[in-house]
């Protein structure tokens, strides 16, 4: 998950008690009346930036993304908790200031009379489902405290709004640090070197962690009313069976319509179970809800001739999906099936290091889940250098022999392109000498792909019917690369067929939708927004500004392109009428 984290400071500190309300009205107090009123005004009025989104704009479906956002809940009675969580008072509470806000959550820093600060979480209302989110998420802390994971003590919680605040809560330690991500970009080599190997120890540290089945991390005294599944108990001396594997929190079992399904979340006993059951939420929400569809992609739709896609290509990709995946559990190696907990989000704005680049937080663990390893191994989105062939290779990175002789906006270009194979290569030798393990499982048969598949398999389906079904073309191709297939079938046969002529098909509309990816990813580059259209307040004019000559130069190709004035009109309005950066309604994908 991106965390776009911005510090933000209120423009004065909170410190009006609504004791003051009640006065009485009468010539002595007059005065006193009035600045009561004033002092209370304020109060709302920074109360009101508290609960709303303040870091960012964005560029369509604007309105929709502030509502998700909007979280309000009762001030005085949230400090009176945060400070009651460390033992003092709310009279003791000298400042609650918002100082980020990330995709999920609202973060407030709470300052003692006596200088002790502390962390207050909020969630915003998008997040489903809160009660297993912020419960899983405060057991998870909890958990890698006691093996020594460098990660925030909480001091208090709620994982229902039903208290005195109006909110869910956690309360945590204030961690001090540098936050890597404000590093990450003008790290030295040496510099970048160390960075990559602490990240990778703790990695190694984290899968060294054993649990007896997948999904997520809760108390056990969470789970009893809340799921009539068993709690599974941790073999963990210090805990002394405090915690169990509950439901897993993963965005994508719960997205929509989907939280309304009795499907199977978890816990999962085997990793055929872990590995089928996003796509049997699929089948259940299809089933259910499933109805024709332009691909929410809207750069998609022109590959699909702006025509809705079937659900039912889904429904049949996702059963041929359940045919194969008992055939891509690692058999041969029981190690790659071990449960494995790992950070959610390794972004390196999740990471808060010392001066000397020594990991002290990690902090957002929220949506953690606990997966087979095969499936929670790989590159981290922010570390693999994805596509380029040097960094696949593992070969030592280094500078093109004609460096030198490269004007300064090539010579720029080429260290950006060294620092993120440098980035790479660290990663994947200090993961071979440190935490070999993983790299066993990302070498292993087809890894990379088992992941792949598994993803498109379980995420919400979107209107998208290429990839999933590319991917289980790819892997009907490569089969003979799958080693020890289970029994049932006999050994070595695919259950999928596909002619050339159908293959060829489905990898060609694939390879089109990638570059379709690629596009996506230019324009929003070019427009300086992220995937949801999302922008630095002080930047959102500028890219409306960039995104509408950016459209007056699409109609410029179109017009060098395009033969006649009608089909040009034609063509037009079809673009017009999906054009990515404007809003749409997202219902249907719900």
Same mark, same amino acid.
């Given at each position: 998950?991106?965390?776009?984290?911005?510090?933000?400071?209120?423009?004065?500190?909170?410190?009006?008690?609504?004791?003051?309300?009640?006065?009485?009205?009468?010539?002595?107090?007059?005065?006193?009346?009035?600045?009561?009123?004033?002092?209370?005004?304020?109060?709302?009025?920074?109360?009101?930036?508290?609960?709303?989104?303040?870091?960012?704009?964005?560029?369509?479906?604007?309105?929709?993304?502030?509502?998700?956002?909007?979280?309000?809940?009762?001030?005085?009675?949230?400090?009176?908790?945060?400070?009651?969580?460390?033992?003092?008072?709310?009279?003791?509470?000298?400042?609650?200031?918002?100082?980020?806000?990330?995709?999920?959550?609202?973060?407030?820093?709470?300052? !003692?009379?006596?200088?002790?600060?502390?962390?207050?979480?909020?969630?915003?209302?998008?997040?489903?489902?809160?009660?297993?989110?912020?419960?899983?998420?405060?057991?998870?802390?909890?958990?890698?405290?006691?093996?020594?994971?460098?990660?925030?003590?909480?001091?208090?919680?709620?994982?229902?709004?039903?208290?005195?605040?109006?909110?869910?809560?956690?309360?945590?330690?204030?961690?001090?640090?540098?936050?890597?991500?404000?590093?990450?970009?003008?790290?030295?080599?040496?510099?970048?070197?160390?960075?990559?190997?602490?990240?990778?120890?703790?990695?190694?540290?984290?899968?060294?962690?054993?649990?007896?089945?997948?999904?997520?991390?809760?108390?056990?005294?969470?789970?009893?009313?809340?799921?009539?599944?068993?709690?599974?108990?941790?073999?963990?001396?210090?805990?002394?069976?405090?915690?169990?594997?509950?439901?897993?929190?993963?965005?994508?079992?719960?997205?929509?319509?989907?939280?309304?399904?009795?499907?199977?979340?978890?816990?999962?006993?085997?990793?055929?179970?872990?590995?089928?059951?996003?796509?049997?939420?699929?089948?259940?929400?299809?089933?259910?809800?499933?109805?024709?569809?332009?691909?929410?992609?809207?750069?998609?739709?022109?590959?699909?001739?702006?025509?809705?896609?079937?659900?039912?290509?889904?429904?049949?990709?996702?059963?041929?999906?359940?045919?194969?995946?008992?055939?891509?559990?690692?058999?041969?190696?029981?190690?790659?099936?071990?449960?494995?907990?790992?950070?959610?989000?390794?972004?390196?704005?999740?990471?808060?290091?010392?001066?000397?680049?020594?990991?002290?937080?990690?902090?957002?663990?929220?949506?953690?889940?606990?997966?087979?390893?095969?499936?929670?191994?790989?590159?981290?989105?922010?570390?693999?250098?994805?596509?380029?062939?040097?960094?696949?290779?593992?070969?030592?990175?280094?500078?093109?022999?004609?460096?030198?002789?490269?004007?300064?906006?090539?010579?720029?270009?080429?260290?950006?392109?060294?620092?993120?194979?440098?980035?790479?290569?660290?990663?994947?030798?200090?993961?071979?000498?440190?935490?070999?393990?993983?790299?066993?499982?990302?070498?292993?048969?087809?890894?990379?792909?088992?992941?792949?598949?598994?993803?498109?398999?379980?995420?919400?389906?979107?209107?998208?019917?290429?990839?999933?079904?590319?991917?289980?073309?790819?892997?009907?191709?490569?089969?003979?690369?799958?080693?020890?297939?289970?029994?049932?079938?006999?050994?070595?046969?695919?259950?999928?067929?596909?002619?050339?002529?159908?293959?060829?098909?489905?990898?060609?509309?694939?390879?089109?939708?990638?570059?379709?990816?690629?596009?996506?990813?230019?324009?929003?580059?070019?427009?300086?927004?992220?995937?949801?259209?999302?922008?630095?307040?002080?930047?959102?004019?500028?890219?409306?500004?960039?995104?509408?000559?950016?459209?007056?130069?699409?109609?410029?190709?179109?017009?060098?392109?395009?033969?006649?004035?009608?089909?040009?009109?034609?063509?037009?309005?079809? !673009?017009?009428?999906?054009?990515?950066?404007?809003?749409?309604?997202?219902?249907?994908?719900?």
């Amino acid at each position: 998950m991106l965390v776009r984290a911005r510090a933000i400071r209120c423009t004065s500190h909170l410190v009006i008690s609504t004791n003051r309300a009640l006065i009485p009205l009468n010539p002595l107090s007059i005065s006193r009346t009035f600045s009561t009123y004033h002092a209370l005004t304020r109060h709302s009025a920074e109360s009101s930036e508290l609960f709303e989104y303040t870091s960012g704009r964005w560029i369509f479906n604007e309105s929709l993304r502030l509502a998700e956002r909007r979280r309000v809940f009762n001030v005085p009675e949230l400090k009176r908790l945060a400070a009651e969580s460390i033992n003092q008072s709310a009279e003791d509470v000298a400042s609650f200031e918002k100082v980020a806000e990330g995709s999920f959550n609202r973060v407030f820093l709470v300052t !003692m009379n006596d200088g002790t600060k502390l962390i207050a979480r909020v969630p915003y209302p998008l997040i489903e489902p809160k009660y297993f989110v912020v419960a899983s998420e405060v057991a998870t802390l909890d958990y890698l405290r006691l093996h020594d994971i460098p990660v925030p003590k909480v001091f208090g919680y709620s994982a229902t709004s039903d208290n005195a605040a109006g909110t869910e809560y956690i309360f945590m330690e204030y961690i001090r640090g540098q936050i890597l991500g404000n590093l990450w970009f003008d790290l030295s080599d040496d510099d970048c070197s160390k960075a990559i190997k602490n990240i990778v120890d703790l990695e190694a540290r984290l899968f060294k962690l054993r649990f007896p089945a997948s999904g997520s991390l809760y108390y056990t005294a969470d789970l009893c009313s809340k799921t009539d599944r068993p709690p599974v108990p941790i073999e963990d001396p210090p805990s002394n069976g405090r915690f169990s594997i509950g439901p897993e929190t993963t965005p994508r079992m719960w997205f929509g319509k989907r939280r309304e399904l009795q499907v199977e979340r978890g816990p999962y006993e085997t990793a055929e179970a872990a590995l089928t059951a996003g796509a049997k939420k699929e089948l259940a929400y299809l089933a259910r809800f499933g109805k024709r569809l332009q691909p929410r992609e809207r750069v998609y739709r022109a590959l699909y001739g702006y025509k809705e896609v079937s659900h039912l290509g889904q429904v049949r990709n996702l059963e041929d999906y359940l045919r194969v995946a008992p055939y891509l559990v690692p058999e041969n190696i029981k190690s790659l099936c071990q449960p494995t907990i790992r950070h959610p989000d390794w972004h390196p704005n999740n990471i808060l290091v010392s001066d000397d680049l020594t990991i002290t937080g990690l902090i957002d663990w929220q949506h953690g889940s606990i997966l087979p390893l095969f499936l929670n191994c790989g590159f981290p989105q922010h570390i693999w250098n994805c596509g380029d062939e040097v960094s696949k290779s593992l070969d030592t990175p280094k500078l093109p022999d004609n460096f030198d002789d490269l004007d300064d906006s090539d010579q720029l270009k080429e260290l950006e392109i060294l620092r993120k194979r440098r980035i790479h290569h660290y990663y994947a030798w200090y993961t071979a000498m440190l935490n070999p393990v993983h790299t066993i499982a990302m070498d292993h048969d087809l890894s990379l792909m088992k992941g792949l598949i598994f993803n498109h398999a379980s995420n919400p389906w979107d209107g998208d019917m290429v990839s999933l079904k590319a991917d289980l073309v790819y892997i009907a191709q490569n089969w003979d690369k799958l080693s020890n297939p289970s029994s049932g079938t006999k050994a070595g046969v695919c259950p999928l067929e596909y002619s050339n002529g159908e293959a060829n098909s489905w990898l060609m509309f694939n390879s089109w939708q990638i570059g379709g990816d690629a596009q996506i990813l230019n324009f929003r580059n070019h427009i300086g927004c992220g995937p949801d259209g999302w922008v630095p307040s002080d930047g959102y004019d500028k890219a409306k500004q960039r995104e509408m000559k950016f459209k007056e130069t699409a109609f410029e190709g179109l017009k060098s392109e395009t033969t006649s004035e009608s089909d040009l009109e034609k063509v037009w309005a079809k !673009m017009s009428e999906n054009w990515m950066f404007d809003d749409f309604d997202e219902e249907p994908y719900q």
